[in-house]
């Protein structure tokens, strides 16, 4: 089993949707857990951080199931400009941490 | 906040010449650094990472080799490039006392 799984996509979803995004995970000494967002051909951007109680920014909403192991990503209101793909990322403490393949949003007109 | 900077942009090299990607980190002091390689359509994969000056950990063994000679420069270097080295190239920092990861812009490479 990998580290990090995630569903690669591509998800094609209308303006204006919400799309929800899983990642599981293995290690379940892990401790922090994030949201990256990577445009074509540039570097990965954090998104968000995930914590136990969930946190919402916006339009986004990250959570975490400890007990399943997955994190969670939700999106509400797509724009055009959320067209990405989104990398969950698992760590077990200050120094590694394992990136997902990175699951793949297109948004259209 | 810290900031990432990495050059080139881009490179173009044939096989079996040398490498040298450097990176260098502002805005904080004794960061963790790591170098990364997504390949194309693919994941990240972590080549390297130092957690202070001199101290390199490698994560797969292959062509490359890395080095930390200051405490925000980090080099990424080949002897001699493969075909299967063509990638893009991420430096990130991490830290202190924080375990979010900031990334460079990126060096893409093809090796001809």
């Known amino acids: 089993r990998k580290e990090v799984e995630q569903d690669p996509g591509p998800f094609n979803v209308p303006e204006g949707a919400t799309v929800a995004f899983n990642c599981t995970y293995s290690n379940s000494a892990s401790q922090s857990f994030f949201w990256y967002r990577q445009d074509c051909r540039k570097e990965p951007k954090l998104l968000m951080s995930v914590y136990s109680s969930g946190n919402e920014d916006g339009r986004f909403t990250a959570q975490l199931n400890r007990a399943s192991q997955y994190i969670s990503l939700l999106i509400r209101d797509s724009k055009l400009s959320d067209s990405a793909t989104y990398l969950c990322?698992?760590?077990?403490?200050?120094?590694?941490?394992?990136f997902g393949i990175g699951t793949k949003l297109q948004v259209i007109p | 906040s810290q900031t990432i900077h990495q050059w080139p942009a881009t490179l173009v090299q044939p096989v079996g010449s040398p490498l040298s990607l450097e990176c260098t980190v502002e805005?904080?002091?004794?960061?963790?650094l790591y170098w990364y390689r997504q390949a194309a359509g693919r994941g990240l994969q972590l080549l390297f990472y130092?957690?202070?000056?001199?101290?390199i950990s490698s994560e797969v063994p292959q062509n490359l080799s890395a080095s930390r000679p200051q405490d925000r420069q980090f080099i990424l270097s080949s002897k001699k490039l493969l075909l299967s080295d063509s990638g893009f190239y991420l430096c990130?920092?991490?830290?202190?006392?924080?375990?979010?990861?900031?990334f460079g812009p990126g060096t893409r490479l093809t090796v001809l």
């Open positions: 990322v698992v760590g077990g403490g200050y120094q590694k941490v394992t």
């Open positions: 805005g904080t002091s004794n960061p963790n």
């Open positions: 990130a920092g991490q830290g202190p006392y924080t375990d979010t990861q900031y």
């Open positions: 130092s957690v202070g000056i001199g101290q």
